[in-house]
Structure formats: structure tokens, C-alpha cells
């Protein structure tokens, strides 16, 4: 039995990358769909948001001349490229997966909506939620927060490389440790980075808990999704 039914899974861009230094890693693409497949599998309905950062992102253009709206929405389009990777890779693994995007542009992928989303969910199908929130300013970590309430997830699965949230950086502080469980507000007050703060502060207005695990590690999503104490949670 799966502890949450449905989820909101929000992947970096830079993930994506793997041992490269920009763009798409088909090993970690593939991994990532079979890790989602696995979740299906047991049950979940599956929402993904992915992130640009491995392509572009707005600020960073700033620097190289480009007006930060235009930036943004070059690293919107980013996301709406590995989105449409993710759904290949899941497809080919015979995932049932399917592109909605904040941005009209059929036939890349069909219009969002929320109910289309949870249509989508309700059918079994991955809803990949590409495109951001669509509004310059804001990150993926927004758009995630956003969509999951929207989609009334049960919870958003910000899936990293570090294995949760500790009291002070491990790879610097020997002594850190991690949080099992956290509340929103322990984790204001520490200034501990969960998530942007745009992000961070909508899940807990709307009482959506995130769980931030690491999601490198095979089965972990799967793990989490069957209520295994992985990561740390962060909820009211
Ligand atoms: N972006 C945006 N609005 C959104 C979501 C994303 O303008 O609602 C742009 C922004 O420029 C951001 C880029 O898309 O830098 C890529 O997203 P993000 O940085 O969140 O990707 P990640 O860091 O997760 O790879």
C-alpha cells in the first residue's frame, strides 16, 4: 500500500545532467523514467515538474546581456525541452506519460489545466507539468509548489542529490545531521534551505508537506512513496 497516493515529483534540470557539464544525460534520463515506472507500478499517480537549470536559466543571462524577462522565458522553454525527453524516455519504457505545458503551444504538448491533470492521474498516466508557472520571476520550485496544491497532491517530492535537510552543510561540518522530520516553521527559523522561499511558503499556507530525499539512489522514490522514513519531512 503506497502512503501517498498522489505526488508531485520535482526534478532539477541539473540533474538531468549527469556527469556532463550541460544538457541531457540519457543514462540519468533513463534512470529517472525507470524509478518513475517503479512508482506507477505500486500504485502512485505521478506528477512531474523539471527544471531547466541544465540548459538555461533567466538570471544567468542577465549577465550576458539579456533582458531578464526574455532569459526567464528561454529557461522556461528549457524546461518544456526536458520535459518532452522525460516523456520519450518513459514512453520507451512502456510508461504511459503525457506533456501538459503552462504555455499554449500544441502540438508540442496539450494546454494545461488542473482537471486535465488529474484526468491524466486518474487514468494512470505521468502528468509532466512543463513550462513553469509561465511567468518570469518565479523558478520550477514555484511552479512545483504551485501545481501540487493546484493537483492537490499529497505531498511534493523535491528529489536532490543530498540525502535531506541537515542542521548545517555535511560536506563542510562533520557534525551535521539530518532531520528526519521538520516542521515549516523550524525550518524558517533556522534559515535552513528547503526550497525558494516563494516555493516554501506556499506549501505551508497550503499545507502541502515536501519531503526532500535524494533522488540518485535507485528505489529511493519508490521508498518514499511507500512511507519509508527516507529524507526529510517538512510539513505544518
Ligand atoms: N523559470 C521562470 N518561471 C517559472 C519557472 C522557471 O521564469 O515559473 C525560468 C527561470 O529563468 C529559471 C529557469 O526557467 O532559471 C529554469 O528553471 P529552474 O532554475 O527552476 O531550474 P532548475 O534549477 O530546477 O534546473
Avoid: W
Amino acid at each position: 500500500m503506497v502512503k501517498y497516493k498522489r505526488v508531485l515529483l520535482k526534478l532539477s534540470g541539473e540533474s538531468l545532467q549527469g556527469e556532463q557539464n550541460y544538457g541531457i544525460s540519457t543514462e540519468m534520463l533513463n534512470a529517472y523514467a525507470q524509478e518513475i515506472g517503479a512508482a506507477v507500478k505500486e500504485g502512485a499517480q505521478v506528477a512531474v515538474v523539471i527544471g531547466g537549470g541544465n540548459i538555461f536559466r533567466g538570471l544567468a543571462g542577465t549577465s550576458k546581456g539579456f533582458d531578464r524577462v526574455k532569459g526567464d522565458q528561454m529557461g522556461m522553454l528549457a524546461t518544456i525541452i526536458n520535459s518532452l525527453a522525460l516523456e520519450s524516455a518513459l514512453t520507451n519504457q512502456g510508461v504511459k506519460a503525457k506533456v501538459l505545458t503552462s504555455i499554449r503551444m500544441e502540438p508540442i504538448g496539450e494546454y494545461y489545466s488542473a482537471h486535465k491533470a488529474r484526468e491524466l492521474l486518474n487514468e494512470g498516466v505521468v502528468a509532466i507539468l512543463a513550462g513553469g508557472t509561465s511567468n518570469p520571476f518565479f523558478t520550477t520550485d514555484t511552479a512545483s509548489a504551485l501545481r501540487g496544491v493546484e493537483i492537490e497532491a499529497e505531498v511534493l517530492l523535491k528529489g536532490t542529490r543530498v540525502d535531506g535537510i541537515y542542521t548545517a552543510d555535511p560536506e563542510k561540518d562533520p557534525t551535521a545531521v539530518r532531520f528526519e522530520e521538520i516542521t515549516f516553521h523550524e525550518a524558517y527559523s533556522k534559515q535552513l534551505k528547503v526550497m525558494d522561499l516563494t516555493a516554501f511558503t506556499m506549501c505551508s499556507e497550503n499545507n502541502l508537506p515536501i519531503v526532500v530525499f535524494d533522488m540518485n539512489k535507485p528505489k529511493n522514490l519508490t521508498k518514499v512513496i511507500l512511507g519509508e522514513k527516507i529524507g526529510t519531512l517538512v510539513k505544518n
